[in-house]
Every structure is written in structure tokens, then in C-alpha cells.
């Protein structure tokens, strides 16, 4: 089993947090028992209990006020040795983080993978901006391809329908007994009727923008190679706008770019937006884009898309224009200039156009430099990436 270097588990006393909605830290309960581990979960709602173990489960009922002295108590009376959770910015997550810190105990970060599709992250002590990841390019300047082989992944075999599944059950869960935790606060909404109408209105616009979007590929994306910048837009609410960038809204990221592209860009370049997917029943920034384009008189230049193919947009752009998406780095994968205006782990000179002003990338775009990216990778996956899915296969779980 590859868990990126967690050191020898048996015999250790582990403490699993709040994990990915479904089964995944369940699996990976039974994993870490096998294996000769003592585990322990601590769950916040009925949505974490019914995807635990009974026999180890212990259920937080009390305040948020109340979070740091249970934690701690609860660290020293179960001796534990490392703690897991999934993302590190969400109120539970992050105190225990911080308490843990204080008592030399051992946190590993399970988030998204930054390399997808088949990989999902694991970090010790943070992930993303929290990430201890090397951000100089000497350090990746002096590794050696030979000494990190080209690594192979498996097909993860995710799968839509059981994330959809898994999520219908936690919040179903969560709401029917939301009485037997009721100081619980979720990180977003947690009405289950709501998350339920999202999700019938992500499948209607999915099947909308088959019908509406064809041909765009064609139109905007490869008729227009190399003459448009692409700006993929990310959840509305994620983390990494909230607490790593400086915008804390994704409309505050879309003004600058377009009143920036109106004012600085050469006339005969287009802008081309993408919604991320999980927004899709959730968000709709189209009209919004229209507005501001039109009130900086460049609304013939700017388009907004939903479900294009996105290596084909990346494979095209002029240059790729992010906050911090992990987009940015598949961007670079395809030999695409990006530039990031919040906080990113991969914003390396070299990789990116780091230190360089909006106003100015849309006429002077660095291509990354393909060794270097290639040197990351390797460095990367090794350090932080494990093959597998949250809703898919786990091969790295596997002897």
C-alpha cells in the first residue's frame, strides 16, 4: 500500500475525520485495520455515522465554541499518533489541524487530486496554498528525471453515480436525524431539498448544453487558435478563492479580467470563459459575464461556455487565465502560458508567468518550460498524489 510515505501504521492509534461524502474513509478504515492499526472515527452528523464503523465511531453533538477542548481531550486520552481528514480549511478540519500541530501528532490532508483524473491528493499537515510543496524552481532544476521514473497510474473508474449516490444518502441522513446534532454547521449549505434540486438542474443543463453548444467547439475554440485567452471560472464557493486569493468572489476575478482584456488586449483577441462543472445546476455567471462585457464594450470579444472539451480549449488558448485552479497545471501539461492571480502551489517561474501583471500578459505569454513541468510531475505525484478515486477504484490501497 502507497500512502506516500506515512511511515510503518501498525500498532499505531489513528484517528480518521470528517472524510469525502460516501464510503471512501470507511475503505480506507478497514485498510489502516488490516494493517495493524488501532482506528478511531469522530463524525459531526448522521451523514458521517451511517458511512462509519459502529464499534469505533465517536459522534461530536456539542458546539462549535466547545470543538478545541474535545479535540485535544480526545487526542491525548486515545493517544492518538496521526490523524486523517479531508481538506484542511473547513472549521473541524482546521482547529484539529492547529491542535494537532501544537502536540507533535502527525495530520495527512486528503483533498482532490491536482492531477486528474485518476489521482487523488494526500499531504502531510496541508494542501494547496497550506501545501509544504517546494516553490523555487532550483530545487526542481536540480532533480534528476532518472531518479524519478515516469510513473504509471491505473484507470480510477470513477464514477458519477456513485459521488451522486453517496451525496443523496449523506444528506438524506444528515437532515432526517438532523436532531441528533443539532449545533452541526456544515462548510456550505446542508439542506438536502436544496442539494436535491441542484442536482436535477445540473442533469437539465447538462443535457441543455448538448444541444446548445454544438458546434461552438468548431466556432470559438479551434477557428479561433491561438487568438483567444481562456479563463476557466471554479465553484463558487471553494476554498481557494475564500481563503487563498484576494478576491472572496469569483464576480470581484471576473470584472478585473474583462475590464483589464477591454482596456490592454489587442482588438482582434477573444475571451473565452468555461463554468466549472460541479457549478453547473448551481451557478450561472452568464448573464453577468454579458453585462460586464458589454458595459466595457467588448462584448463581441467575450464568450462564455459550459461544457466544451477541455483539453481542446487548453490545447488552443493564446494563454490560460486562473486564480489557482488545478486547471493552471493541466494548462502547462498542454504547453498553454497561464497566469495565476491568487495563491497557487504550482505558480513557479518557469511553469507559469509568475510576477507578471494581468495588463501585460495579454501581449507578452511565456510558454512553460516542458523539462521543468516534467521534473514537478514526477516530484509531485511521488510527493503528494495517490492513484484512485474517491468514487472509483483505490489501486494504491492495494499491496
Same mark, same amino acid.
Given at each position: 500500500?502507497?500512502?506516500?510515505?506515512?511511515?510503518?501504521?501498525?500498532?499505531?492509534?489513528?484517528?480518521?475525520?470528517?472524510?469525502?461524502?460516501?464510503?471512501?474513509?470507511?475503505?480506507?478504515?478497514?485498510?489502516?485495520?488490516?494493517?495493524?492499526?488501532?482506528?478511531?472515527?469522530?463524525?459531526?452528523?448522521?451523514?458521517?455515522?451511517?458511512?462509519?464503523?459502529?464499534?469505533?465511531?465517536?459522534?461530536?453533538?456539542?458546539?462549535?465554541?466547545?470543538?478545541?477542548?474535545?479535540?485535544?481531550?480526545?487526542?491525548?486520552?486515545?493517544?492518538?499518533?496521526?490523524?486523517?481528514?479531508?481538506?484542511?480549511?473547513?472549521?473541524?478540519?482546521?482547529?484539529?489541524?492547529?491542535?494537532?500541530?501544537?502536540?507533535?501528532?502527525?495530520?495527512?490532508?486528503?483533498?482532490?487530486?491536482?492531477?486528474?483524473?485518476?489521482?487523488?491528493? @494526500?499531504?502531510?499537515?496541508?494542501?494547496?496554498?497550506?501545501?509544504?510543496?517546494?516553490?523555487?524552481? +532550483?530545487?526542481?532544476?536540480?532533480?534528476?528525471?532518472?531518479?524519478?521514473?515516469?510513473?504509471?497510474?491505473?484507470?480510477?473508474?470513477?464514477? +458519477?453515480?456513485?459521488?451522486?449516490?453517496?451525496?443523496?444518502?449523506?444528506?438524506?441522513?444528515?437532515?432526517?436525524?438532523?436532531?441528533?446534532?443539532?449545533?452541526?454547521?456544515?462548510?456550505?449549505?446542508?439542506?438536502?431539498?436544496?442539494?436535491?434540486?441542484?442536482?436535477?438542474?445540473?442533469?437539465?443543463?447538462?443535457?441543455?448544453?448538448?444541444?446548445?453548444?454544438?458546434?461552438?467547439?468548431?466556432? @470559438?475554440?479551434?477557428?479561433?487558435?491561438?487568438?483567444?485567452?481562456?479563463?476557466?471560472?471554479?465553484?463558487?464557493?471553494?476554498?481557494?478563492?475564500?481563503?487563498?486569493?484576494?478576491?472572496?468572489?469569483?464576480?470581484?476575478?471576473?470584472?478585473?479580467?474583462?475590464?483589464?482584456?477591454?482596456?490592454?488586449?489587442?482588438?482582434?483577441?477573444?475571451?473565452?470563459?468555461?463554468?466549472?462543472?460541479?457549478?453547473?445546476?448551481?451557478?450561472?455567471?452568464?448573464?453577468?459575464?454579458?453585462?460586464?462585457?458589454?458595459?466595457?464594450?467588448?462584448?463581441?470579444?467575450?464568450?462564455?461556455?459550459?461544457?466544451?472539451? @477541455?483539453?481542446?480549449?487548453?490545447?488552443?488558448?493564446?494563454?490560460?487565465?486562473?486564480?489557482?485552479?488545478?486547471?493552471?497545471?493541466?494548462?502547462?501539461?498542454?504547453?498553454?502560458?497561464?497566469?495565476? @492571480?491568487?495563491? +497557487?502551489?504550482?505558480?513557479?517561474?518557469?511553469?507559469?508567468?509568475?510576477?507578471?501583471?494581468?495588463?501585460?500578459?495579454?501581449?507578452?505569454?511565456?510558454?512553460?518550460?516542458?523539462?521543468?513541468?516534467?521534473?514537478?510531475?514526477?516530484?509531485?505525484?511521488?510527493?503528494?498524489?495517490?492513484?484512485?478515486?474517491?468514487?472509483?477504484?483505490?489501486?494504491?490501497?492495494?499491496?
Amino acid at each position: 500500500m502507497k500512502l506516500n510515505k506515512i511511515g510503518e501504521i501498525k500498532h499505531k492509534n489513528i484517528l480518521l475525520l470528517q472524510g469525502p461524502m460516501g464510503s471512501f474513509f470507511k475503505r480506507l478504515d478497514k485498510v489502516f485495520r488490516e494493517k495493524g492499526a488501532t482506528t478511531y472515527r469522530i463524525g459531526f452528523n448522521a451523514g458521517d455515522a451511517f458511512f462509519s464503523y459502529r464499534d469505533n465511531y465517536t459522534p461530536y453533538k456539542d458546539t462549535r465554541k466547545n470543538w478545541v477542548s474535545f479535540i485535544e481531550a480526545f487526542l491525548h486520552q486515545k493517544k492518538i499518533d496521526q490523524i486523517y481528514l479531508f481538506g484542511d480549511c473547513r472549521f473541524y478540519q482546521s482547529q484539529a489541524i492547529q491542535v494537532a500541530k501544537a502536540l507533535g501528532i502527525d495530520v495527512f490532508v486528503f483533498e482532490e487530486g491536482y492531477l486528474r483524473p485518476n489521482y487523488i491528493t @494526500l499531504e502531510k499537515f496541508g494542501v494547496n496554498h497550506f501545501s509544504v510543496m517546494r516553490r523555487d524552481r +532550483a530545487f526542481y532544476d536540480q532533480l534528476d528525471l532518472n531518479h524519478f521514473p515516469d510513473p504509471s497510474s491505473e484507470d480510477a473508474h470513477f464514477s +458519477a453515480y456513485k459521488m451522486i449516490f453517496s451525496a443523496i444518502v449523506y444528506y438524506f441522513m444528515g437532515n432526517v436525524l438532523y436532531f441528533l446534532y443539532p449545533h452541526y454547521q456544515h462548510h456550505r449549505g446542508f439542506s438536502g431539498f436544496r442539494e436535491a434540486f441542484f442536482g436535477i438542474r445540473n442533469l437539465y443543463r447538462k443535457q441543455k448544453y448538448k444541444i446548445t453548444e454544438r458546434g461552438l467547439l468548431k466556432s @470559438l475554440v479551434l477557428e479561433r487558435k491561438k487568438q483567444y485567452f481562456f479563463v476557466p471560472l471554479q465553484t463558487h464557493n471553494d476554498f481557494q478563492i475564500l481563503q487563498h486569493s484576494g478576491y472572496r468572489s469569483l464576480e470581484k476575478f471576473i470584472i478585473e479580467v474583462i475590464e483589464s482584456f477591454a482596456k490592454q488586449a489587442n482588438q482582434d483577441d477573444y475571451l473565452l470563459f468555461k463554468h466549472h462543472p460541479v457549478d453547473r445546476g448551481r451557478m450561472e455567471y452568464s448573464a453577468f459575464i454579458n453585462r460586464q462585457a458589454s458595459k466595457y464594450g467588448v462584448e463581441h470579444r467575450v464568450n462564455v461556455v459550459h461544457d466544451l472539451y @477541455l483539453p481542446t480549449c487548453l490545447q488552443n488558448a493564446k494563454g490560460t487565465i486562473t486564480i489557482n485552479s488545478t486547471v493552471g497545471l493541466s494548462s502547462i501539461y498542454h504547453g498553454t502560458p497561464v497566469l495565476t @492571480l491568487g495563491y +497557487a502551489l504550482y505558480d513557479i517561474e518557469g511553469l507559469t508567468n509568475k510576477g507578471v501583471k494581468l495588463d501585460d500578459f495579454w501581449h507578452s505569454q511565456a510558454k512553460p518550460d516542458s523539462v521543468l513541468f516534467e521534473k514537478y510531475r514526477r516530484y509531485l505525484i511521488q510527493n503528494t498524489q495517490l492513484n484512485g478515486s474517491f468514487y472509483g477504484k483505490m489501486p494504491d490501497f492495494e499491496d
